[in-house]
């Protein structure tokens, strides 16, 4: 602000501000938290593709007769089972009992929902593997194009209960279920082998479904987040948690300059300059509005008025999965054991058996 209309007094008040704000935006430029969050999501990427990489083997094996390289099945597969896991929640929750085919999927998605519920959706922002997709997808989409298109507001207020619906409808379906009637679905042929079924499913797309997931792609490319932000039912249900989680991200209007680098930053598109607390279900947690803030206390993750840091979350959502895994494993519920002749006889017909 000095120049040759500025008085020395006028100097020595806009200096120290100027100062401060250097500074500042040098501390912001050294936040690892983006970093650490970007690390966690090839991380836990990089264990699902070798998940995938083992099932598919271990599917394999039973397709060709019992030919080839044997793997064990992998049960962190069942993570990819969010219906059965549920249904699961729901026997197990009703009847007191562990059920005996899926549970580790249970495990996982009890997991997620604490992640939730302590830190907000940073299940969404650290770990699952489909948010880390289509983010990757989102930023490609603005490295071709040089930039993301923002729907309309009419728009994005019209489509954004669609997650909800569909939740809805998952919820409206299970729920109401009897435990008897849940039992005799996980016991059935198309239950006993629903991952196969979920592997077969992208193994061999039917034309709709190439051409629905073409459109999701391109989709993604084009707008930020779209799967997330429109049409995830699990991120819907993790985001009903997150509404009462004790963490929320606080801005400081004292400290506040009013620059809206926090909006801009924010892949939720959340107005985080415009609020005093960010309630919404749709913050994942990810702190980008938090790294991008240039003003040091004016925009944090607080509990109580205490501040989180970012590696906090990112700890609490691999630390929650990973004692999770650990409980599973040490109460002998994580393993799915089948006798060998009930793989054998159900594998190579998986095509057959349809939704009961």
């Known amino acids: 602000m000095s120049g040759p209309y500025t008085s020395r007094a006028e100097t020595a008040v806009y200096e120290p501000t100027r100062t401060r704000r250097r500074k500042d935006d040098q501390r912001r430029s050294r936040d690892l938290t983006p970093r650490l969050r970007r690390w966690g999501q090839v991380a836990f990427l990089a264990l699902n593709l070798w998940i995938g990489a083992e099932f598919y083997i271990w599917v394999r094996y039973w397709e060709r007769g019992e030919q080839g390289l044997y793997v064990s099945r992998p049960p962190g597969v069942e993570g990819w089972l969010p219906i059965a896991s549920l249904m699961n929640l729901k026997y197990w929750l009703v ?66 209960p669609a997650k909800y619906l569909l939740l809805g409808f998952f ?78 991200i606080r801005r400081n209007p004292v400290s506040c300059i009013d620059c809206g680098k926090c909006s801009r930053a924010c892949p939720s598109w959340i107005p985080v300059d415009r609020l005093l607390t960010v309630r919404t279900p749709e913050c994942t947690g990810c702190y980008e509005c938090v790294a991008g803030c240039p003003v040091r206390d004016a925009l ?38 089948l006798p060998p002749e009930v793989y054998r006889e159900l594998i190579p017909r998986a095509h057959l058996f349809r939704h009961p």
Request: proline share 5%; glycine share 8%.
């Open 95 to 160: 009847t007191g009992d562990v059920p005996d085919h899926h549970a580790a999927g249970m495990f996982l998605l009890v997991a997620f929902l604490l992640v939730a519920w302590l830190a907000r959706k940073a299940f969404c922002s650290w770990l699952c593997p489909i948010g880390t997709i289509s983010e990757w997808l989102w930023k490609l989409g603005r490295h071709l194009f040089g930039r993301t298109t923002r729907l309309p507001r009419w728009v994005d207020l019209a489509l954004r």
């Open 171 to 248: 919820l409206w379906v299970i729920l109401p279920m009897p435990t008897a009637a849940i039992r005799a679905f996980l016991d059935s042929p198309y239950g006993l082998i629903a991952d196969v079924k979920m592997l077969n499913f992208f193994r061999f797309l039917s034309p709709t479904a190439a051409i629905v997931l073409t459109i999701l792609i391109v989709l993604s490319l084009l707008v930020q987040n779209f799967w997330c932000r429109y049409l995830c039912p699990y991120g819907a249900l993790l985001g009903l948690l997150a509404a009462i989680s004790p963490m929320r």
């Open 300 to 337: 944090g993750m607080e509990v109580r008025r205490r501040v989180v840091p970012g590696w906090v979350v990112g700890a609490l959502a691999w630390g929650i999965f990973l004692v999770l895994v650990v409980v599973a494993r040490a109460g002998g519920y994580w393993y799915t054991e």
